[in-house]
T-cell receptor, first 113, second 114 residues
């Protein structure tokens, strides 16, 4: 069965600093990978997705993520964090013949001024 | 653009009461989902519907029932609410006609069972 691990429950960064949120998945073949963001009191919104091709994908709001098959990882990055980026971030995977995503437990991003 | 609409936004129930959470999407999506979100647990799938007329259990279906009323609407029913069902519930939809695709989420229903 597919699974997703987000090892960091909380991440605290200063505004303007760089950010990397970790995501590891377990699945033999290449999965479909997603990052979603959830602002307080809101539903989830897609930041970016990886299906195939270039392993570095660009998303909305200046985010990017890199698929590394050798590490089974799909880490989310942003070079300079803004206070408005404070939110909950979820990594998700779809694998095999399924179309239903499995979500990680989420990482809460706190941004200090 | 409405997208995915959930009602109500907030609800307080007493143990043993029943209620139905409503969800409607206006994007002509085939697939619809119900998730619950609990602190530290991420999102867990309760039920899903691949297409109109079909429903299937997800990871945590016990205590819930669903109805795919038509292509637009997918409701979640709690027949006898329990405190363990206190959670935030999200409805989502997707168009998987071309393969796996992103989910569109509603803004959630915060449910408290006392």
């Amino acid at each position: 069965a597919q699974s997703v691990t987000q090892p960091d429950i909380h991440i605290t960064v200063s505004e303007g600093a760089s950010l990397e949120l970790r995501c590891n998945y377990s699945y033999g073949a290449t999965p479909y990978l997603f990052w979603y963001v959830q602002s307080p009191g809101q539903g989830l919104q897609l930041l970016l997705k990886y299906f195939s091709g270039d392993t570095l994908v660009q998303g909305i709001k200046g985010f990017e993520a890199e698929f590394k098959r050798s590490q089974s990882s799909f880490n989310l990055r942003k070079p300079s964090v803004h206070w408005s980026d404070a939110a909950e971030y979820f990594c998700a995977v779809i694998s095999g013949g399924s179309y239903i995503p499995t979500f990680g437990r989420g990482t809460s991003l706190i941004v200090h001024p | 653009n409405a997208g995915v609409t959930q009602t109500p936004k907030f609800q307080v129930l007493k143990t043993g009461q029943s209620m139905t959470l409503q969800c409607a999407q206006d994007m002509n999506h085939n697939s619809m989902y119900w998730y619950r979100q609990d602190p530290g647990m991420g999102l867990r799938l309760i039920y899903y519907s691949a297409s109109e007329g079909t429903t299937d259990k997800g990871e945590v279906p016990n205590g819930y029932n669903v109805s795919r009323l038509n292509k637009r609407e997918f409701s979640l029913r709690l027949e006898s609410a329990a405190p363990s069902q206190t959670s935030v519930y999200f409805c989502a939809s997707s168009d998987r006609s071309g393969g796996p695709e992103k989910l569109f989420f509603g803004s959630g229903t915060q449910l408290s069972v006392l």
